[in-house]
Structures are given as C-alpha cells and as structure tokens.
Nanobody
Framework: QVQLMESGGDSVQAGGSLRLSCTASGWSWSQMGWFRQAPGKEREGVAIIDDDGAPYYIDSVNGRFTISKDNAKNILYLQMAELQPEDTAMYYC??????????????????????WGQGTQVTVSS
C-alpha cells in the first residue's frame, strides 16, 4: 500500500522550532517535497529534495528550514526554525514516483506530485 504519513505538527510561539516527519511506504520515490496551505490560500511549495539529495527552498524559508531524507528508513524531514506566524498552515508531504522535473519548477507545480500525505498542522502564535 502506497502511503505517506506526516507527523510533528504543533502549536508554537514565534521564534520556536519544529521538526516534521513524513514516513513513506509502498514505493521507492524519486523527488519529494513539502507543501503548505493556509486557510483561504493556495497550496504553496516550501522545500524540495532532489533524487541526489540536493535541497531547494522558497525564499521565505531559505535559511530557516532544512529538508532532509533518511533513505534507509524512508522518512522525509522538514526541520523548521525561527518560525513566524506567517508559517502557520497545514503542511503536506508529497512525492513523485518516476521521472525527473527541475526541482525549482516543482516548488510551483504541486500537480506534478503523484502521492500526498494527509497533512500536519503547524500553528505559530506571536
């Protein structure tokens, strides 16, 4: 069974940190990423990890967030630091099963991802 399951979301104060995890099972994915969606807004790419492990970020989280992957355990992580209220959103793990798309393009193209988790809520209060 193909499954992506996120965990680690929580409510924190501004300036705090969280680590999100996405446990993947049932497939060997290539490119993976984290997206987020705030109420009333479109889903937004946050970070992509390429199949060679290279990370890519949107400008607003670059330097604060770190995407990584434990290939042995099939877990995708998003370490988030210096969280701000504007980071409040439902965070989703996403994965592609095959092929390669330029990772910076993937940040803007959630439709290129074949598999999604259910999401984990991150709430940052000021």
């Amino acid at each position: 069974q193909v499954q992506l399951m996120e965990s680690g979301g929580d409510s924190v104060q501004a300036g705090g940190s969280l680590r999100l995890s996405c446990t993947a099972s049932g497939w060997s994915w290539s490119q993976m990423g984290w997206f987020r969606q705030a109420p009333g807004k479109e889903r937004e790419g946050v970070a992509i990890i390429d199949d060679d492990g290279a990370p890519y970020y949107i400008d607003s989280v670059n330097g604060r967030f770190t995407i990584s992957k434990d290939n042995a355990k099939n877990i995708l992580y998003l370490q988030m630091a210096e969280l701000q209220p504007e980071d409040t959103a439902m965070y989703y793990c996403a994965a592609r099963r095959a092929g390669w798309v330029p990772p910076r393009s993937l940040l803007r193209r959630p439709e290129d991802f074949s598999d999604w988790g259910q999401g984990t809520q991150v709430t940052v209060s000021s």
